[in-house]
């Protein structure tokens, strides 16, 4: 019972700065939702002017749909503010424990980090961008109106432009378990038919559907595949003497 106390009492400030950290989060979270729920019109008009598509009425289709669409934004918004803060709360608080050689890898993975969601978002955006476009001209040229739902419209442009941005981070993953030894190179190498069938598999289950697109945005992940085990095969020796 003793040793017990003593354990807790070691750790307890490690729990309350982590309680400390959860607090902040989560008045930050709540202050951000209020401030997207209530810029709503705003930012609405502005991605409805950015995302523009030709022959397509955005439509609402009930009364309180667009309450739907704020908390939607809302959450969107507290989202976006509230995980790079987490982020950085988890490495602050994980940091003293690490030694010089493991906080250099984290802060190189850090950037690499973002610029891989921000390229997976940004490629994935395009992508529907044009996929959704070309089915509109598509529509009308069968004599069919285009008239899309508002909510479905931008969460499947965005929720699936966010979705492609974390599948693009799986090269840190895939380096994080070959420094851990939990594989390696020449593993990733063998199985690389099984890890490309993965890959179609994962992305065919994000929209849309038609192949064309599918093919587009399953490629690039397969080339990061690729310079992930070139990247890593060069860096190995490195790694095994630091």
Not at 27 to 45: D, H, P, R
Not at 192 to 214: E, H, K, N, Q
Request: charge should be positive; glycine fraction near 4%.
């Amino acid at each position: 019972m003793e040793l017990f106390k003593e354990n807790i009492a070691k750790f307890m400030p490690f729990l309350e700065d982590l309680r400390r950290r959860l607090y902040k989060g989560l008045i930050l979270f709540v202050v951000f939702f209020v401030i997207g729920f209530f810029s709503t019109s705003v930012i609405l008009k502005r991605l409805l002017e950015l995302i523009k598509l030709t022959d397509v009425t955005v439509t609402i289709t009930s009364p309180f749909q667009y309450i739907e669409v704020a908390m939607d934004f809302g959450f969107f918004l507290a989202i976006i503010v509230c995980v790079p803060y987490v982020i950085y709360s988890f490495y602050a608080f994980i940091l003293p424990g690490l030694t010089k050689n493991e906080r250099k890898g984290l802060l190189k993975s850090t950037p690499i980090s973002v610029l891989l969601f921000i390229a997976g978002f940004s490629y994935g955006f395009s992508i529907l961008y044009t996929a959704l476009q070309v089915l509109a001209s598509l529509n009308i040229s069968l004599g069919i109106a285009n008239y899309w739902n508002i909510s479905k419209f931008l969460s499947q442009m965005f929720v699936t432009s966010a979705l492609l941005g974390l599948v693009f981070e799986f090269p840190l993953f895939l380096t994080m378990c070959i420094r851990m030894g939990v594989v390696t190179t020449e593993f990733l190498r063998k199985q690389r038919r099984m890890a490309y069938f993965l890959i179609f598999v994962l992305t065919s289950l994000l929209p849309p559907t038609d192949g064309l697109s599918l093919l587009a945005m399953v490629l690039p992940l397969m080339v990061l595949y690729e310079v992930t085990i070139l990247i890593n095969n060069k860096n190995y020796h490195v790694w095994t003497r630091t």
